[in-house]
């Protein structure tokens, strides 16, 4: 028998696989029909396909899926406990802000911008103020002395010079 060169066996295994354009596909059916050689080469292919398939379908027809899902759902079960910890409420809130959309989130972290900076506007230091503010009025026979407090407004005070 003889060997073919008009197509490679990697065409003809596209063409078993019917991965070809259809316009090539045509072309080797044709060529097929009278080249004994590459005849022989798809039916090997063919018979590799339909094993591989074969193969596949027995394997799963013997695969219990009920049995498989038992055990999957069984190994989430243990990671998701090993997950748990004690702070359910805290996990909750959590879950709940990561479902909802970016609106929530944004004004949870504007809520809690305003309310520390209304806890952090009373620890803020004092101002260093004057205490008093001093006015005096000096006279021939007696000076006095106003002093201006921030709390009391004003304390007068009399002296007189000897």
Not at 12 to 17: H, I, K, P, T
Not at 67 to 92: C, P, Q, T, V
Not at 119 to 133: C, E, G, K, M, V
Not at 148 to 159: A, M, V
Request: aromatic share 8%.
């Amino acid at each position: 028998m003889k060997s073919c060169n008009k197509y490679t066996p990697k065409m003809l295994s596209q063409f078993v696989d019917n991965a070809l354009p259809s316009q090539i596909t045509r072309t080797l059916e044709e060529h097929l029909t009278s080249c004994p050689a590459c005849q022989q080469t798809v039916k090997k292919y063919q018979n590799i396909t339909n094993q591989v398939v074969n193969g596949i379908q027995r394997h799963s027809n013997r695969m219990n899926d009920t049995e498989i899902e038992k055990n999957l759902l069984i190994k989430i079960r243990k990671e998701n406990a090993k997950k748990k910890w004690n702070f359910s409420y805290l996990n909750g809130f959590i879950d709940f802000i990561k479902v909802k959309k970016i609106y929530l989130q944004m004004a949870s972290f504007a809520a809690i911008l305003l309310l520390s900076m209304a806890f952090l506007q009373d620890q803020r230091p004092a101002f260093h103020t004057p205490s008093a503010i001093v006015n005096s009025i000096d006279g021939e026979m007696a000076s006095v002395m106003i002093l201006e407090t921030p709390d009391r407004r004003h304390t007068i005070i009399w002296y007189k010079e000897s």
